[in-house]
């Protein structure tokens, strides 16, 4: 699976849009780009994910760029309750078994 | 509806004994998976069971460890001779199939702490 790069901490001010880079630049065709986060003491839990698509859901927007090479999470209004540490995740298509490779995250503390 | 559990949430052991973990997943769902989380690290791959197929062991870091997984249900991870390294948090995930469009519901976690 290809690496992926992020900052390893953000601040955010409650209320305001949380923009999480990430970089991916060894990212091949048919890899997708996937977004977790775990809140402290729990389990990860799946956010979006996307191809070359610009992606939206209930709960965050996934920009890929034109190249592929980085994308950013956007989490539109950030609550106290979305501090936690946010994966990017690149799978390749013949990681047949599905299983995720984390590596450190961004951890986004959001502050009143 | 209910999501995956594990038992017990926390666990402390001393070192050399053996520990079982136990996981319960998303009914219906056909794959599996283990993860280890150490204190402010990102998780590692153990062991995946998909279906009826063999699993996958290729994250499994000793023959200290091992898993079994009864039909499409509960799964359980074995760690004998218990190290202090073995300390970390054990997740257990399932999803609808191991395609690679489907989402892994995690849970809850065991902590083990090795004395």
């Known amino acids: 699976d290809a690496k992926t790069t992020q900052p390893p901490s953000m601040d955010c001010a409650e209320g305001r849009a949380a923009n999480l880079p990430c970089n991916h630049s060894?990212?091949?065709?048919?890899?997708?780009v996937y977004w977790y986060r775990q809140i402290h003491s729990q389990g990860p839990q799946y956010i979006i994910h996307?191809?070359?698509n610009n992606e939206t859901n209930e709960m965050a927007s996934l920009i890929i760029t034109e190249d592929r090479k980085s994308s950013t999470l956007i989490l539109p209004h950030a609550t106290l309750r979305d501090t936690a540490v946010y994966y990017c995740?690149?799978?390749?298509?013949?990681?047949?078994?599905?299983?995720?490779?984390f590596g450190g995250g961004t951890r986004l503390m959001v502050k009143p | 509806g209910a999501g995956v559990s594990q038992s017990p949430s926390n666990k402390v052991t001393e070192k050399g004994k053996d520990v079982e973990l136990r996981c319960d997943p998303i009914?219906?769902?056909?794959?599996l998976y283990w993860y280890r989380q150490r204190l402010g690290q990102g998780l590692e791959f153990l062991i995946y069971?998909?279906?009826?197929?063999?699993?996958?062991k290729s994250g499994l870091p000793s023959d200290r460890f091992s898993a079994e997984r009864t039909g499409e249900s509960v799964s359980t991870l074995t760690i004998q001779r218990t190290q202090q390294e073995d300390s970390a948090v054990y997740l257990c995930?399932?999803?609808?199939?191991?395609?690679?469009?489907?989402?892994?519901?995690f849970g809850p976690g065991t902590r083990l702490t090795v004395l």
């Open positions: 995930a399932s999803s609808l199939t191991s395609g690679r469009y489907n989402e892994q519901f």
């Open positions: 060894t990212i091949s065709g048919n890899e997708y």
């Open positions: 996307g191809l070359k």
């Open positions: 995740i690149v799978r390749a298509t013949n990681n047949a078994g599905n299983m995720l490779t």
């Open positions: 009914s219906g769902h056909t794959a």
């Open positions: 069971f998909q279906g009826n197929s063999a699993p996958d």
